[in-house]
């Protein structure tokens, strides 16, 4: 794909993976909108040249909330990007409403946006989709069973999508990043990804147009998943 004069909305983009890439698809060409829910990193975003919106998507409100924003605004690129962790311990009380969070910004806010944005989407000449998911979308950890959940329900849903516009002028392209250093990685001790390489991993797939970006780690996962998924998700599940 083209990306130089397209429009990018980029959710979770004032922070992380979310940052990295707007600053990559800018260096492309491409005009950024960057939604987040912290005001200061925001502003800072601003600073950098990007458009921001502030809406919280891990809940119906915000997603209406952000959707509204845009009004008929041209977007040629939906980069769903935001998402959460949450504890999750079967020995251990768990916050059921931030389970419902989670839950809520990593499956459900995807969809919601790209049914708002689907007309706008078919639109254009050639449009992306872009979810992103995760290794453990492949293969969960037993350390975080509701954000691996989330995860490989998007990666289901993107598949699907992906058949669903076969034929048509919108791309949709699945991400699955490995661990990578961000504010929610700070307390994962394991080897990380930097945000910066991720996202020019993330952007060059964008501009070649695959379906598939197994970035860094996560290819040899893929490797090992089509080898023997069971030994792979043995190795996983203790990750």
Known sequence: MQLADKTALVTGGSDGIGLAIARELKAA???????????????SAQAEGFEAIEADLAGETGCVALLHALGDRTIDILINNAGMGSDFDVDAPVDLAATDRCIFLNLNAPIRLIVGLLDTLRARPAAMIVNVTSGLAIAPNAGSPVYCA????????????????????????EVLPPVV??????GNDHKKLPAAECARQVVAAMAAGRDEANVGMTRWLRVAYSVSPALAGRIMLNY
């Open 181 to 186: 250093e961000t504010r929610m990685t700070a």
């Open 150 to 173: 989330t995860k490989a329900g998007l990666r289901s849903f993107t598949l699907a999508l992906r058949a669903q516009l076969k034929g048509t002028s919108v791309h949709v392209l």
């Open 29 to 43: 060409g491409t005009s950024v909108i960057v939604v987040g829910r912290n005001a200061e990193r925001l502003a």
